[in-house]
C-alpha cells in the first residue's frame, strides 16, 4: 500500500481509549468498575480493494505489514495481531462476509499508558470492518469478539472492562458495570471544579505480562480455596469479606493479600460509585487514595515511579484523589485536580518526577467522551 498518503477511504471510525476510575483488577474477578471511554482516539481509515488481501499501515509506528484472508496466522509483531485476532473471530461467526480491505490507523493514545490503546484499536477494526462489509455486528459481539482476540491472538487474558467502556462509551458519564453479568448502568460524571489529569510515567516494566497473568492464577487458587468449604460462592468479587478473612490464614500469604484486595476494591468501587451519584466528591477522591494503597501493598502491581507520584498527589493541595490506573507497574496515575491548579499540580508532579527517576513525565488531561462510532 505504497500510495497510503494519497489514500481515499470509504468509511472513517473513531475509537476512543478509556479510563477507569476506580475498580482495576476487578473485571476478571467478577467485580463492579467504574470506566469511562475519553475524548482521546484512534482513527482508522478503511476501503475495500477486491482482493483476498488486507493491507495495514500505521502511521504512528510508521509500519505496513499485509495478510492474506485464507492464511490468518499469529504475527511476531503485536500491533499486527489486534487486527489479525478481530478479523479471524469475525470470520468465525460471520463466514466469508469479510472481503480483502487496505487500512490506515493512527492515534492520539499514548501507548503503554494505561488508557487501553489495544481495545481501541480492536474495536475500531471490528466496528470498521462491520461497516465497510455490512456484516450487521452487535455491540455484544463488537466487545466478545476484541476481547477474545486479546486473549487468543495478542496473548494478556483482560477481562471485559476495556472493550466494553470502548463500546459503550456515553459522553459525560461513568459506567457502573457488573462484570459478572455484565449488568451496566451510567453514572453521570459532574467533576464540576475538577479534572481529571494522567500523568503518564514513561516506564513500563517488563512484569506487566507475565505479573498480571500470575494475579488470575492466584485469585482463581484464592477463590477454588474458599469454595472447598463454602461451595456456594462462584465470583472472588462478591466473596463476603469475613469469608475471606476466615479463610485466609490457611492460605499462601500472597494469595490472601490478592483476594483480600479483590473484595475491598468491589467494596470501594460501589461506595465511590454512590458517593458520585451523592455529588460527594471528597469521599469519591478518598476512595482513590485508599485503591493506590490497595493496589501497591495487597496486589503488589504498582512501582516506584507511580508510588513516588501518588505519594506527590496526596500532598497537593488541590488535589482530592489518586491512583495508579491500569495492569500496574508502569503507565499512568489518575488524579482528581481542581481546575485552577492543574497547571501548578504538573509542573510540581514533573520537576518532583525528573529530579527523583531522572524521567520527564508526559501529562495530558482528558475529558469523559463517547464510545467508537462511525464518522464517515
Known amino acids: 500500500m505504497s500510495d497510503y498518503k494519497n489514500f481515499e477511504a470509504e468509511i472513517l471510525v473513531e475509537s476512543p481509549g478509556r479510563i477507569n476510575l476506580i475498580g482495576e483488577h476487578l473485571d476478571y474477578n467478577g467485580g463492579q468498575v467504574l470506566p469511562a471511554a475519553i475524548n482521546l482516539k484512534v482513527r ?4 475495500k480493494n477486491g482482493s483476498s488481501k488486507c493491507n495495514c499501515y500505521s502511521k504512528n509506528y510508521d509500519d505496513h505489514f499485509a495478510f492474506d484472508l485464507n492464511q490468518i496466522k499469529i504475527s511476531e509483531k503485536e500491533w499486527h495481531n489486534y487486527f489479525l485476532g478481530v478479523v479471524h473471530f469475525i470470520d468465525q461467526a460471520h463466514p466469508n462476509k469479510i472481503g480483502g480491505f487496505d487500512c490506515i490507523v493512527e492515534s492520539e493514545l499514548p501507548i503503554g499508558s494505561g ?28 466487545i466478545t469478539m476484541s476481547r477474545d482476540a486479546e486473549h487468543h491472538f495478542v496473548g494478556t487474558k ?26 451496566y448502568k451510567y453514572v453521570p460524571a459532574d467533576f464540576n471544579s475538577y479534572a481529571i489529569v494522567l500523568l503518564n510515567t514513561n516506564v513500563s516494566h517488563n512484569l506487566a505480562t507475565s505479573e498480571y497473568n500470575l494475579r488470575r492464577q492466584e485469585c482463581e487458587s484464592g477463590l477454588k480455596s474458599i469454595q472447598a468449604k463454602y461451595p456456594g ?3 472472588l468479587a462478591q466473596v463476603p469479606e469475613e469469608i475471606v478473612n476466615e479463610i485466609g490464614p490457611g492460605l499462601a500469604s500472597k494469595t490472601f493479600d490478592r483476594i ?17 451519584a451523592k455529588g460527594d466528591l471528597m469521599t469519591f477522591g478518598q476512595n482513590l ?31 482530592i484523589g489518586s491512583r495508579m490506573m491500569g495492569g500496574g507497574f508502569g503507565g499512568c496515575t489518575i488524579n482528581l485536580v481542581q481546575h485552577d491548579q492543574v497547571d501548578a499540580f504538573i509542573a510540581a508532579a514533573s520537576q518532583a518526577y525528573s529530579e527523583k527517576f531522572n524521567i520527564q513525565l508526559s501529562p495530558f488531561t482528558v475529558a469523559i467522551g463517547d464510545g467508537v462510532k462511525l464518522v464517515s
Open 115 to 142: 488508557v487501553s490503546s489495544s481495545a481501541a484499536l480492536e474495536c475500531g477494526i471490528a466496528k470498521g470492518l462491520d461497516q465497510l462489509f455490512s456484516i450487521g455486528l452487535t455491540d455484544d459481539e463488537i
Open 260 to 276: 483480600r484486595y479483590v473484595v475491598q476494591e468491589n467494596a470501594r468501587t460501589i461506595a465511590a460509585s454512590e458517593a458520585l
Open 158 to 183: 483482560c477481562g471485559i472492562m476495556d472493550q466494553f467502556a470502548v463500546v459503550r462509551g456515553k459522553k459525560g458519564n461513568l459506567i457502573r458495570l457488573d462484570c459478572n453479568d455484565q449488568s
Open 44 to 47: 482508522l481509515h478503511f476501503r
Open 289 to 319: 487514595f485508599e485503591s493506590h494503597s490497595g493496589l501497591s501493598q495487597l496486589y503488589e502491581v504498582s512501582c516506584p515511579e507511580l508510588d513516588f507520584l501518588v505519594d506527590l498527589a496526596k500532598s497537593f493541595e488541590g488535589v
Open 233 to 235: 460462592q462462584k465470583v
